[in-house]
């Protein structure tokens, strides 16, 4: 069991920072989301210390014992936006049934998420890619082993379906995965200016492919 850190802070104040109650205790998984939210929602350079603080609902000097400096918190907060981000891939393309029906369901679930997104947040790891690289090379990483793991995931399922019959045999799956990894990263660039039936066409187009 993963140990739970509780750290103490200033006094206890009523009232919420956007949601997040400032106690004189918290929970270091909770703030980390937190901080997530606040980085997904306002990127990396526009995101200060001081909306950390207040964000979060702890101090300055709790936010350095915890995490670490803004940089190493960002790193955690995009590390733990993959691991969920990760599972939910995994559980929608572990489905029972045809594989190439869990591979369309996946490559619509992000085009409807997209596109039901009212705040045009896109995905964390394609705005750090758009917004911190080729410069933090530590940023480039985890974009990059996060786009690995998509590629993948997708290319076992569609290895699947060659192996079941259901993919043509002159498709080749890893091809089609960093197609449809492709597809799907600029799906959430295009709905940050939302256009319905230009991410609709795109994706009638792109799962054409797999008939």
């Not at 004189?24 to 703030?31: G, H, N, Q, R, V």
């Not at 492709?182 to 256009?195: E, M, N, W, Y």
Request: with cysteine; net charge negative; charged share 25%.
């Amino acid at each position: 069991m993963p140990t739970v850190l509780i750290c103490f802070d200033r006094p206890f104040q009523y009232g919420y920072a956007h949601g997040v109650a400032r106690t004189k205790e918290f929970d270091p998984d909770t703030a980390l989301r937190a901080a997530m939210d606040l980085f997904w929602h306002k990127g990396y350079e526009a995101t200060s210390l001081h909306d950390l603080v207040d964000h979060l609902g702890i101090g300055r000097a709790s936010i350095y014992a915890t995490f670490g400096n803004k940089h190493e918190l960002y790193l955690a907060a995009l590390r733990r936006y993959g691991e969920d981000v990760g599972g939910q891939t995994i559980g929608v393309l572990a489905r029972p049934g045809p594989a190439l029906d869990a591979v369309r369901a996946l490559v619509r679930s992000f085009a409807d998420e997209a596109l039901a997104d009212q705040d045009r947040k896109g995905c964390l790891v394609t705005n750090t890619a758009v917004e911190c690289l080729p410069e933090d090379r530590e940023f480039g990483r985890l974009v990059e082993a996060s786009f690995d793991a998509l590629e993948t995931a997708i290319a076992v399922t569609l290895t699947r379906a060659s192996r079941e019959g259901e993919l043509a045999a002159d498709r080749d799956p890893r091809a089609l995965a960093r197609f449809l990894l492709t597809l799907l990263q600029g799906i959430r660039v295009l709905a940050k200016v939302p256009d319905e039936r230009r991410v609709r066409d795109a994706v009638d187009q792109a799962l054409s492919l797999l008939d």
